[in-house]
Structure formats: C-alpha cells, structure tokens
C-alpha cells in the first residue's frame, strides 16, 4: 500500500512524514524537488498473537509506504511534471491542511486551502481528458471511452472531483490507465496546534469536506514528531500522560484502510506467520496472488479459518475436527481476520 502525503509549503507535511515514519528528512524543504519515502509496519495484535501460538522462524507485518511528496510552494503555482508523477504512482492521498498560525503570522485558512489543492488535481485531470478526446475526434477512436471521457469533462468544468462521478465497473475500466488524480481516495489531516489540539475541526473546513466527500483527521504534527522519538516505555507513559489513546501513526493507518476499503488476512506455518493486505469484496483467488501469481492463475482451493475460531482452540488438528477449517472455491469471499492456506498447480 503506498499513500502520498501531499499539501503546501509550511504545512507541517514533513514533520508529519517523520513522526508516522520514524525518520528524519529535512523539514521546511518547500524547494526540494524529490520525493521523501518511508515504510511503516502496521501495528496488528492478531499478528502478535498468531505468532506466540506458531512460533515460527519469521514474522511479516504488512506494510504501508508513505511518500512525502514535494508540493507546490503557493497556491495557485501549479503542480510540476515530478510532482505529478509521484502523486500517480499512489493509491491514497492524503493532503496535510495548516490549523497554526504560519512563520509570517498568516492566519490559517484550512478550508480554502483543501478547495484549492482539490482544484490543482481537478486542472490537470481535465488537460488530460481534453488532450486524449482531441486525440479521439481525430483516430476515430472508441467510442465507449470517449462517452466515459465526456462524462468526466463536463464533472471536471464544474468543479467537481472526478471521485464524486458514479462509473460502473466498465466505465471503470475505460479510464483505469489515465491515473486521475481527483478520483483518487483522499485524506484531509488538519496539523494543529497542540493548544488546539482537540478543540473539534473548523466549521468551514467540516463543510468543505462534506461537500467533497472526504474523511477529516486531526493531528499535531510538531508533538506526534516527539512521540516517535521516544522509545517504548517512555511512548507509553508520555500518552498516557498527556491523555493519548494512540500515536497518530495508528489512527493514520486505519483511516487509509478504511479509505481504500482495504482488509487483512493472514497465511500462518512453521517458517512464517504473515499479514497480507486485500480490497474487500476479493475473491479467494485474487487473495492468492497476493502471495504469489502463481497460486492466483493455477487457484484450486482455500483453506479457511477464522481469526477469532482459531485463536480460542490454538491448534489446526482441532479445528479441523471441530468442523471450523473450511475449505473455499474460487467464489469465496475473504473475511477480515482469515486465516488462509491455498492449494494451487501450475
């Protein structure tokens, strides 16, 4: 999984990429032109407690990769062909919002400032979309695209995101290899100050992204950035302390799964226990070829067991007695939590 951190100058993005990663870039880099990348293991008790059961030789959380991308240094100056490369080689953005008062005492104004990234990713989705109908009138080209193409177009005139345009799984697929940016699943993360910190969002900025369909977080970079730095006892008593439930770098995780309407689901052995990532809704192949693309083309069947069955009885042998190890076809659904074994030839 791999989510951009996206925003404007001064916002706190890299402080913020640094407290979720554990790194230290260089913040205030509002001219750098690369981009930052940092790998998270995502936090997962169940791991945890499937590996004291199988103690095995190995254990792999899953991962997400976050890219701190560079963005542009002021509104209104446009997104640069290396910026706009990285921001289509993620599956999530997540736009970071100024809620302090900036190094030249600006008041911060978060609402607009989501308007008006939301506007840099709908302009250059729209000159794409024109450039490739141009190209169309003149090839003659299909004319299912370019229907799917004139939809988009007249959402993009308005003002609208291309996320907030209903397609069906074909249409879907016409346009899958543009990349646009406005439909991509996106993230507001207001960087507030920590006297502010848990006084509610702004109205303004509630509105803004109701009317976008977007998830709003909270977080305060600057502290958030501390947390990371300390190690696990001091963590533990400084939340505690300070009134914390979790670092952000939880919340953060489980808002971009919940964004990319992603699951996990775990393959277990002697050698190694693993916690995989997959869309909901996939089927029982497709999950496969998470692992490997040979066990998705050459699927025969799934070994199932849930999470929460198998934790209570501890042992396989049980559990297929017990009638509670299923095994699946190529239609099953992966559940949350599933423990799978695949059988496959090739």
Known sequence: MRAGLVGYSQTGKTTLFNALTGQ???????????????????????????????????????????VDVPGPRSKGSGLDAATLQ?????????VVLRNFEGSSGSAPDCAREL??????????????????LERLVKERGSEREKAVLERCRQALDGGQSLRLVELSADEEHEISSFAFLSRRPLLAVLNTSEADLGRGMPESLVHAADERRIQVMDVCAS?????????DDERAEFLSGMGIDEPASARFIRAAYALLDYLSFFTVGEDEVRAWTVKAGSK?????????????????????????DFVGVGNEAKMREMGKLRVEGKDYVVADGDILNFRFAV
């Open 223 to 231: 502290l958030e950035s501390e947390i990371a730095a300390l190690g």
């Open 284 to 308: 029982a192949p497709r999950a496969a070829g998470r692992v490997h693309s040979d066990m998705e083309r050459g699927f025969i069947r799934a070994e199932v067991m849930a999470y929460e």
């Open 115 to 132: 308007g008006d990234f939301e506007a840099e990713l709908i302009l250059n989705d729209l000159v794409v979309v024109e450039r490739r």
């Open 24 to 66: 230290r870039a260089q913040t205030g880099g509002g001219s750098r032109a690369k981009s930052n990348l940092g790998v998270i293991k995502v936090p997962d008790d169940r791991l945890r407690r499937l590996t004291e059961i199988y103690r095995p030789r190995r254990t792999v959380p899953a991962e997400i990769v976050f």
């Open 86 to 94: 990285s921001l289509r080689e993620v599956e999530a953005l997540a």
